[in-house]
């Protein structure tokens, strides 16, 4: 299975998310660190990326072999993260194929409706532990 982190700024949120990605499932998942910026491929490669890519062109090439997508809300928000979504990014993910886990965490003046407010490693663990491997189980 192949899993792309999208994450921009400082590569916080796609860190966490990688690094409980390689301790629940190893090597038995590919995990591509997409930055928006070199910064952020850097932290998330270091975080423990199989590959990692910057930018908008790299981006939309790698989501189209993703089979699930995991980053911040921002990323299917045009000019989310200071700009560093740009518009063709945010469709392009919207727009794929692949399973998308979206953390509702935003900057932008976006609040999704009805969603309980979690810490970050609480809803990475939700995501990691409970629907990647409802994934995993069904292929």
Do not use: W
Not at 19 to 46: D, F, H, W
Not at 62 to 68: G, H, K, P, T
Not at 117 to 124: A, D, K, M, S, T
Request: aromatic share 2%; charged share 20%.
């Amino acid at each position: 299975m192949r899993v792309c982190v999208i994450d921009g700024q400082g590569g916080g949120i796609g860190s966490v998310i990688i690094r409980r990605l390689k301790e629940e499932y190893g090597e038995g998942v590919e995990v591509l660190a997409l930055g928006s910026n070199a910064i952020a491929t850097a932290q998330m490669m270091k975080a423990g990326a199989n590959r990692g890519a910057t930018g908008e062109n790299a981006i939309l090439v790698s989501i189209q072999q993703a089979d699930v997508i995991i980053g911040p809300l921002g990323i299917v928000l045009a000019n989310a993260m200071m700009g560093e979504i740009t518009p063709a990014v945010a469709a392009g993910v919207a727009a794929c194929g692949a399973r998308k886990f979206l953390l509702p965490l935003t900057q932008e003046n976006v609040e999704v409706a009805g969603v309980t407010r979690e810490p970050l490693p609480h809803q990475v663990d939700h995501i990691v532990k409970v629907r990647l491997k409802e994934m995993l189980d069904h292929v």
